[in-house]
C-alpha cells in the first residue's frame, strides 16, 4: 500500500460526575473518600466567597485589578488534592483554590493584588511559584522544577496551570517539547475557560481539543471536564503516577469556563453572550458538589448556612490580616534586588528623595526618612 | 476641532489613516470586538471588519514576526502589544528582525511597521503592567522610538509613524490616557519624528522629558517659581538634539527627568550629549531626576519611585545652586 496511516489516535474525555448530577460508579467509587468530598466542598465555597471580598474590595477603591477565579475552583483544587506536598505547584492567576489547599495563606493573594510583594513572599517549604503574570512563560520554570527533581533521583513533579491564551505563547511548546524529549516529571495543566480575556478559544486553537496540542510533543493527552472535581482528581492521579513511574509528562487540558469577568478591569458583556453564560452557570462545579453530597445525605441547608458563616468569618480574617501588615518603608523595593545591595544602589537608596547630584546629603538624608 | 484625550486622539488617528490608505491594518490582542484593553480601538472592528482589525492569538512574538511578513510584502501593519512589560516575548523579532531587515538586504526588504504599547507607571496596575523600557529600544539601532506627551501631538505623531518607512515603537503613557483633553484639530496633519516640542520657554534652566514625565515638570516648574524651560523630546529615538543644546547653551542649565531607571536611561545619553555639545556653557553637571536601579515596585509604592514635582524641584534647587 503506497499511502498507509503512520499514527492513529484519539483524544479521550474523562467525567465522571456530570452536570446532571450522574455518577460514574465504576471510575468514581471509592476514589475520594465522603470526608475529603466534604473538605473540597466547604474550601471551594471559601474561595468563591473571596472572590466575592475581593471583588468589592477592588470596586470600593481599597483593591487594585483582581481576577475572578469563579467557576474554576474545581481545576485547581482537583489538582492540588491528587498531589503530594513535595510536588511543585507552578500556576497562573486563577488557582486560588489549589494554593490556599497545599497551604498558601489567604491574605498572600490578597496582598499581591493590593499590590504589595509581600504577598508573594511564599512561605519556606511551601512548593509553589507566585502568580504568573506574563502568560505562558511559567511552564518553563515547572518544566525545569521537574527536572530537578529527577535530576536528584526522586519521585517528585511539578503541575503547572495556565489558560487556553497562553498555549499560543511560544514558551509554552517548549516546555512541552523538553519536557516530553527529556523525559521530564511534568503536568501540563490547561485550564480551558473558553476565553483569554475578549478572544474565544477559537482563535488559540482551531483543533478540535487543546489536549491534542501532547500528541505533536509525543506525551499522554487527555481532555476532562474541569468543572467535575472527581474527574480531575483521577486524571492528575494518573498522570502523577506517570511522571513518578516512568518520567512521563502529561498534557491535560481541563474544560471548565470562567464566570466572571476577565479581571475587574473587564466587562465581557462587551464581547461574550449572555446565553453562554447563563449555560454554563449550570455546569457550575460548587453546585454539581452540593447535588453530590445532598443525594448522599452529606449535606443540608442547615450545614450550608454554618459553613456560609465560616467562610464569611474566614475570609473576613484574611482580609483584616492583609489589611494590617505594616506600611512598606518608601524604601522598601531597594531591600531585595540581590542578596547584598551594591554600592550605587545603596547611594540612591540614600538620596531617593533628592537628584543625583548628592551636594546636599544632609537634606537628602532627613528627606528619605519621611 | 474636537476636545479629546490621549485615547481618542489616537483612535481618530487611526480611523483617519484607515481610510486613506487601505494597506493599514490593525492586529493584538483584544484590539477588535473589545476595542483593546484601554480603548484605544473601539469602535474600529465595527467599522473596518474583522480582515482589518484583527484579534490574534495570544503570542507576542507571533504578533510582530508576522507584522514584520506583512510589512515587507508591503502592507503597513500597526501591531499592539497590550502592555509594555509584554515586549519580552517580542524583543527577538523587534530587535533581531524588524529592525535589522532593512540593514540585512541593504534596502531590498524594509518593515514599515508600527507597534503600539501602552507604557509607564501611575495608574495602580498590576505587577509588569508600569514599566518604562524605551531606553531599551533606543539602544538598539534601526528602531525608532516615539512617546507623546499630549492627544494632539499624539495624532500627528501616529500618522508619521504609520507612513514612516522604518519600524516605529509607538509608546503611549497610559498614565495620561484620559488625564486631561486637548483641543485636536479634525484635519490631517502630521508631527514629525525627531523634532522636540518646547513646552515652555525660560532662561534659568532647561528641563528635558517626555512621556507622562512632562506633566510631573510642569507642576515642579509651576512649584518653584522659577524662570524653566521644558522641552518635550516627543520622539526619543532619534532624538532632537539640536533644540536641546540651542536650550543648554543659553540657559547654562540642564535636568533631565524619565520614569525609567537611572543607570543607561535616556538621560545618561542626553547628558552625554550636552556634555560633548554646551561643555562650556554649563554653570552645573547635568541633572537627572529618574527611576532607581530597582525592579519597578508594586503599585503601592510606584509613587515612591516615579519622579515627582517633589523630587524635580530638589534637583532644580540643586542646579540652581550650583
Ligand atoms: C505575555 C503576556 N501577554 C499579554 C498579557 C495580557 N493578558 C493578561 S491575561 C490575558 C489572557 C489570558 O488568557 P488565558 O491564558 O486563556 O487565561 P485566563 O485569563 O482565561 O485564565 C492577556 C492577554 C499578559 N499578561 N502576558
Ligand atoms: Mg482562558
Partial sequence: MPVEPVFETRIDRVSILDEHGRFDEELGAGLIPDEDVIAMYRHMVTCRHLDEIAFKLQRSGRMGTYPENRGQEATSLGAAYALRKEDWLVTCYRENAGLFWRGLPMEYVLLHWMGDERGNEIPQGLNVTPLAIPIGTQMLHATGLGWASKYRGEDGLACTFFGDGATSEGDFHEAMNFAANLDLPVIFFCQNNSWAISVPTRIQCSAPTIAQRGLAYGMDCIQVDGNDLFAVVKVVRDAAERARTNQRPTFIEAVTYRLGDHTTADDARRYRDEEELEMWKLRDPLIRLRGWLDARGLWDDSKQAALQEDAEAQIAAAVERANEVEDLPPTEFFANMYKTMPPNLQQQMRTMRTSSLGRFPETADQSATT | ?322
Avoid at chain 2, 482589525?53 to 503597513?76: F, Q
Avoid at chain 2, 508600569?130 to 539601532?141: C, G, K, L, M, R
Avoid at chain 2, 523630587?311 to 534647587?317: H, T, V, Y
Wanted: with cysteine.
Fill in chain 2, 1 to 322: 476641532m474636537a476636545n479629546l484625550t490621549l485615547v481618542q486622539a489616537i483612535n481618530l488617528a487611526l480611523i483617519q489613516e484607515m481610510e486613506r490608505d487601505d494597506r493599514v491594518m490593525i492586529m493584538g490582542e483584544d484590539v477588535g470586538i473589545n476595542g483593546g484593553v484601554f480603548r484605544v480601538t473601539e469602535g474600529l472592528h465595527k467599522r473596518f471588519g474583522a480582515d482589518r482589525v484583527v484579534d490574534t492569538p495570544l503570542a507576542e512574538s507571533g504578533i510582530i514576526g508576522t507584522a514584520i511578513g506583512l510589512a515587507m510584502a508591503g502592507l503597513r501593519p500597526i501591531a499592539e502589544i497590550q502592555f509594555e512589560g509584554f515586549l519580552g516575548p517580542a524583543y527577538d523579532q523587534i530587535c533581531t528582525h524588524a529592525a535589522r531587515m532593512r540593514t540585512r538586504t541593504r534596502g531590498a526588504l524594509t518593515v514599515p511597521l508600527v507597534i503600539r504599547v501602552p507604557v509607564g507607571g501611575g495608574i495602580h496596575a498590576p505587577e509588569l503592567h508600569s514599566d518604562s523600557p524605551e531606553a531599551i529600544y533606543t539602544h538598539n539601532p534601526g528602531l525608532k522610538v516615539v512617546m507623546p506627551s499630549s492627544p494632539r501631538d499624539a495624532k500627528g505623531l501616529l500618522l508619521s509613524a504609520i507612513r514612516d518607512p522604518d519600524p516605529v515603537i509607538f509608546f503611549e503613557p497610559k498614565r495620561i490616557y484620559r488625564a486631561f483633553r486637548e483641543e485636536v484639530p479634525e484635519d490631517e496633519y502630521t508631527v514629525p519624528i525627531g523634532k522636540a516640542r518646547m513646552v515652555r520657554e525660560g532662561s534659568e534652566l532647561t528641563m528635558v522629558s517626555w512621556g507622562a514625565s512632562v506633566i510631573q515638570c510642569m507642576n515642579a516648574i509651576e512649584q518653584s517659581g522659577r524662570d524653566i524651560e521644558l522641552i518635550d523630546l516627543r520622539t526619543i529615538s532619534p532624538f532632537d538634539m539640536e533644540t536641546v543644546s540651542e536650550s543648554v547653551r543659553r540657559t547654562g542649565r540642564a535636568i533631565v527627568v524619565h520614569e525609567a531607571p537611572l543607570s543607561c536611561g535616556l538621560g545618561s545619553e542626553i547628558a552625554s550629549r550636552i556634555m560633548e555639545e554646551c561643555f562650556l556653557h554649563l554653570e552645573a553637571p547635568v541633572q537627572r531626576v529618574t527611576g532607581f536601579d530597582t525592579i519597578m515596585p508594586y503599585y503601592k509604592l510606584e509613587l515612591e519611585y516615579l519622579p515627582d514635582a517633589a523630587r524635580i524641584g530638589q534637583a532644580i534647587d540643586e542646579v540652581v545652586a550650583y
